[in-house]
């Protein structure tokens, strides 16, 4: 399978806990971004990296998040001192430049902040 | 602000004959429109996609239409199959991806 992966695919912790998520773009695809989804909303854009350079991140990545793309492959997302409106579903996608406008998803991480 | 609007959150279509799915937007700085599948428990899957200067873009049974002067823009799906049941998102470029809050589709059987 030559998809975009990630994992965990599901996640419950403690509020104050840290959790970590893994995303493992499509080889060949240089663009790579996170999104977060709640219920009944689409796909909200959180930040993005060109290869291992983070280009752009959304107000709504607060600094308890952090995300990271060391080598330009895989990436991470971090969220420390989780809060229960951290709960929702962490997308993450990947395009190849310059064709950003397809990208494509993963299955995605839902994270359940008790 | 929502720049991306779909304003009904579902539609039921009989097997067979054609969806229409509706989006609105606001930005008109927009440069490519996209339409995305999602199945339960699945990321987004993408279907298809229109630059801000087309009107149309047909895909087998889909098709997207753009009306600029409108800010609107449709997915046409003939014929409709049970297997098109999802919820549909559309979606916009510039700069970044900005996706509506979805219409879920069922087909009929």
């Known amino acids: 399978d030559t998809g975009v992966s990630q994992d965990p695919r599901h996640k419950i912790t403690k509020r104050g806990q840290n959790v970590t998520f893994r995303c493992d773009p499509i080889?060949?695809?240089?663009?790579l971004y996170w999104y977060r989804q709640t219920l009944g909303q689409g796909p909200e854009f959180l930040t993005y990296?060109?290869?291992?350079?983070?280009?752009?991140k959304s107000r709504l990545l607060s600094d308890r998040f952090s995300a990271e793309r060391p080598k330009g492959s895989f990436s991470t997302l971090e969220i420390q001192r989780t809060e229960q409106g951290d709960s929702a579903m962490y997308l993450c996608?990947?395009?190849?430049?310059?064709?950003?406008?397809?990208?494509?998803f993963g299955p995605g991480t839902r994270l359940l902040v008790l | 602000d929502q720049q991306v609007k779909q304003n009904s959150p579902s539609l039921s279509v009989q097997e067979g004959r054609i969806s229409i799915l509706n989006c609105d937007y606001t930005n008109s700085m927009f440069d490519y429109f996209l339409w995305y599948k999602k199945y339960p428990a699945e990321g987004p899957t993408f279907l298809i996609s229109i630059s801000s200067i087309k009107d149309k873009n047909e895909d087998g049974r889909f098709t997207v239409f753009l009306n600029k002067s409108a800010k609107h823009l449709s997915l046409h799906i003939v014929p409709s199959q049970p297997g098109d049941s999802a919820v549909y998102f559309c979606?916009?470029?510039?700069?970044?991806?900005?996706f509506g809050t979805g219409t879920k589709l069922q087909v009929i059987p």
């Open positions: 996608a990947s395009s190849l430049d310059p064709q950003q406008e397809t990208q494509y």
């Open positions: 080889s060949e695809h240089n663009r």
């Open positions: 990296f060109q290869n291992e350079a983070q280009l752009e």
């Open positions: 979606a916009a470029l510039y700069q970044k991806v900005t």
